[in-house]
């Protein structure tokens, strides 16, 4: 807003400056209003296909596994929503993305992330057991 306004030097303020001035700044910070409503609605089906492939992240910051790659992106999109938010919207930027920090391929991570979650519910829900999910604290089973 400030070179805008410093760029119109002694130039009067009218509906087309403010007009032209908003849509620079939309442009650019829209991602934070969509970011927001992603992560207020049921997730996208690209939105869960990134959340799916970064399971197994640990967190640790000697972790540059492509995992961590995609959970270190996802905080990171909350300081910045656009680098990564357009992915949560469109299936092939997803999967560009996932591609991008996994050796050129998007796929087989995702099918190690499904079978991790899915063998962690069983443990869960049918042995009663810790699910062992990464980076979260151990499960105790309370009698119902």
């Keep these: ?27 650019r910070h829209k991602w934070i209003n969509t970011f927001n409503n992603i992560l207020l609605e049921p997730l996208t089906k690209p939105g869960q296909e990134l959340l799916i492939a970064q399971y197994g992240s640990t967190g640790a910051p000697d972790n540059d596994s492509p995992q961590q790659l995609i959970a270190d992106a996802f905080v990171e999109n909350f300081d910045d929503p656009a680098t990564l938010t357009p992915a949560f919207l469109d299936m092939n930027i997803a999967r560009d993305f996932i591609a991008s920090v996994n050796h050129g391929k998007w796929r087989g991570i995702g099918v190690k992330g499904k079978v991790g979650i899915g063998k962690a519910q069983i443990k869960q829900l049918l042995l009663r057991k810790d699910p062992g999910h990464p980076s979260t604290v151990p499960f105790e089973v309370h009698p119902t």
């Design 1 to 27: 807003l400030l070179e805008c306004i410093i760029a119109h030097e002694d130039r009067e303020f009218d509906a087309e400056w403010m007009q032209s001035t908003f849509e620079k700044f939309w442009d």
